[in-house]
């Protein structure tokens, strides 16, 4: 069975950091791409960040010198940085693991940026 367990988000001040990570099991972690997606109330889910196994990374220009995404094979997790959080990075942040035609998601962690 298959589980993407994201954790890290809180509420935070603008300005602030957090990490978020996500714990991969029941999939051979090492050969798939991971990204970060995130939805805010009332919009559509977006990418935020993704890792490709070779460790090629791409990230969405809102976030771009602020995220960092990394992955760790040896504990199957996959990591976000974030820093200098401002107010419209508000949203529940997905863990996506994919592999061709074959993706997964966990259910998500709520970070708040709000003063």
């Known amino acids: 069975q298959v589980q993407l367990v994201e954790a890290g988000g809180a509420m935070v001040q603008p300005g602030g950091s957090l990490r978020l990570s996500c714990a991969a099991s029941g999939i051979i972690f090492r050969i798939f791409g991971m990204g970060w997606y995130r939805q805010a109330p009332g919009k559509q889910r977006e990418l935020v960040a993704t890792?490709?196994?070779?460790?090629?990374?791409h990230y969405a220009d809102s976030v771009k010198d602020r995220f960092t995404i990394s992955r760790d094979n040896a504990k199957n997790t996959v990591y976000l940085q974030m820093n200098s959080l401002k107010p419209e990075d508000t949203a529940v942040y997905y863990c996506?693991?994919?592999?061709?035609?074959?993706?997964?998601w966990g259910k998500g962690t709520l970070v708040t940026v709000s003063s």
């Open positions: 996506n693991a994919v592999l061709g035609r074959t993706d997964y």
């Open positions: 890792i490709t196994s070779g460790r090629t990374t």
